[in-house]
């Protein structure tokens, strides 16, 4: 670089500084040429956090609007949320209708930047979800393109519209996920697009593993033994994938009432249809639940994790540790039933 003097440094420096603060308020990831500089990305919850997380890795700054824990149906986005969608490069978003306080958020941030739908190519389940489930085999169901029956189900009143949202219950849409999200990474920040199919890669290949897995383990269980009650209805993928079969107490979104003459009724199909177990979920109401296991007496399985992951330093704090936690609480259920053990 050709020398410069002292008085001409001062004019510059500012002058770049400038450059990067606008930068970083219109597009950081566009501005940076510095191959240091990490992208902002704000996910809608936690599951979408910890993928982009995996593919993302010191590249991205990564955060969740729904923290874990927490009912992303039910969640209200608070000032600090618009602050921090108004300042992100990237936004990755479930879509399907989960967020439903999502539009109101973006329009209220302003927000100008990539946006990534995770499940925009994941194969997709119509809410049909109930209450009253079909079981595979009581009518003819449609066979998928992955040769297990679609469970439709008993209609019941949702607030997500026609698609179902939980797609990532099944691994497979969670490598779909994966897909989409390195695609969107890739596009918002290309200087470092190889390192992120390179880890989504990998990650891909822990799926399959974790899918293979999932599907071997769950074929071991006699179909009778695989039914499940559960509080909200967010488990249709992964009765689609897994087959097992999910009676929820409440809808899609987890704040459905459950009627005195509803839980009556589950109370008779528990005892009556030879219930497998019984599992609470985090961040969904719980209470009915309880109250069915107590009224019949069924084997009750602790908690699944359904919109949330766990707190970290939990089994479940991270997609594929929520799977297997999941998995081997179901298993576990299941085997007592089938061995006979006493409740
Ligand atoms: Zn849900």
Same mark, same amino acid.
């Given at each position: 670089?050709?020398?410069?003097?002292?008085?001409?440094?001062?004019?510059?420096?500012?002058?770049?500084?400038?450059?990067?603060?606008?930068?970083? !308020?219109?597009?950081? %990831?566009? !501005?940076?040429?510095?191959?240091?500089?990490?992208?902002?990305?704000?996910?809608?919850?936690?599951?979408?956090?910890?993928?982009?997380?995996?593919?993302?890795?010191?590249?991205?700054?990564?955060?969740?609007?729904?923290?874990?824990?927490?009912?992303?149906?039910?969640?209200?986005?608070?000032?600090?949320?618009?602050?921090?969608?108004?300042?992100?490069?990237?936004?990755?978003?479930?879509?399907?209708?989960?967020?439903?306080?999502?539009?109101?958020?973006?329009?209220?941030?302003?927000?100008?930047?990539?946006? *990534?739908?995770?499940?925009?190519?994941?194969?997709?389940?119509?809410?049909?979800?109930?209450?009253?489930?079909?079981?595979?085999?009581?009518?003819?169901?449609?066979?998928?393109?992955?040769?297990?029956?679609?469970?439709?189900?008993?209609?019941?009143?949702?607030?997500?519209?026609? *698609?179902?949202?939980?797609?990532?219950?099944?691994?497979?849409?969670?490598?779909?996920?994966?897909?989409?999200?390195?695609?969107?990474?890739?596009?918002?920040?290309?200087?470092?697009?190889?390192?992120?199919?390179?880890?989504?890669?990998?990650?891909?290949?822990?799926?399959?593993?974790?899918?293979?897995?999932?599907?071997?383990?769950?074929?071991?269980?006699?179909?009778?033994?695989?039914?499940?009650?559960?509080?909200?209805? !967010?488990?249709?993928?992964? !009765?689609?994938?897994?087959?097992?079969?999910?009676?929820?107490?409440?809808?899609?979104?987890?704040?459905?009432?459950?009627?005195?003459?509803?839980?009556?009724?589950?109370?008779?199909?528990?005892?009556?249809?030879?219930?497998?177990?019984?599992?609470?979920?985090?961040?969904?109401?719980?209470?009915?639940?309880?109250?069915?296991?107590?009224?019949?007496?069924?084997?009750?399985?602790?908690?699944?994790? %359904?919109?949330?992951?766990?707190?970290?330093?939990?089994? %479940?704090?991270?997609?594929?540790?929520?799977?297997?936690?999941?998995?081997?609480?179901?298993?576990?259920?299941?085997?007592?039933?089938?061995?006979?053990?006493?409740?």
């Amino acid at each position: 670089m050709r020398p410069t003097g002292s008085g001409t440094l001062k004019n510059i420096v500012p002058r770049v500084v400038a450059v990067l603060w606008l930068g970083t !308020a219109v597009t950081a %990831a566009q !501005a940076a040429g510095a191959d240091n500089h990490r992208i902002t990305v704000v996910t809608t919850f936690s599951i979408l956090a910890d993928m982009v997380e995996h593919i993302g890795a010191e590249q991205v700054q990564v955060s969740s609007l729904v923290p874990p824990e927490t009912d992303a149906h039910s969640f209200e986005p608070r000032p600090q949320d618009v602050k921090t969608l108004s300042q992100a490069d990237v936004l990755v978003s479930n879509g399907l209708g989960f967020e439903s306080w999502l539009p109101g958020l973006q329009q209220a941030s302003g927000f100008k930047g990539d946006s *990534i739908v995770a499940s925009s190519q994941a194969q997709l389940l119509k809410a049909q979800h109930t209450v009253a489930p079909a079981y595979p085999g009581s009518r003819e169901t449609p066979v998928d393109d992955h040769g297990h029956d679609d469970h439709l189900q008993a209609g019941h009143d949702h607030d997500h519209g026609a *698609i179902d949202p939980h797609a990532w219950q099944d691994v497979r849409n969670g490598q779909q996920y994966v897909q989409a999200i390195a695609r969107g990474l890739s596009k918002a920040d290309p200087n470092h697009a190889s390192l992120y199919q390179e880890r989504a890669q990998a990650y891909t290949r822990e799926l399959e593993q974790l899918d293979t897995e999932l599907r071997s383990e769950f074929a071991t269980i006699p179909a009778d033994r695989r039914k499940i009650i559960t509080s909200h209805d !967010a488990f249709g993928y992964f !009765a689609r994938a897994y087959g097992v079969q999910f009676i929820a107490v409440a809808g899609l979104s987890g704040r459905a009432e459950v009627s005195a003459r509803s839980l009556a009724g589950l109370v008779d199909r528990t005892r009556n249809e030879h219930i497998t177990g019984i599992f609470v979920e985090s961040g969904a109401g719980s209470q009915m639940v309880e109250q069915l296991a107590r009224e019949t007496g069924a084997r009750v399985g602790g908690k699944l994790y %359904a919109d949330t992951l766990a707190r970290p330093g939990q089994p %479940a704090d991270s997609y594929v540790g929520m799977m297997h936690w999941n998995a081997s609480r179901l298993l576990q259920v299941m085997h007592a039933a089938n061995d006979g053990t006493p409740r």
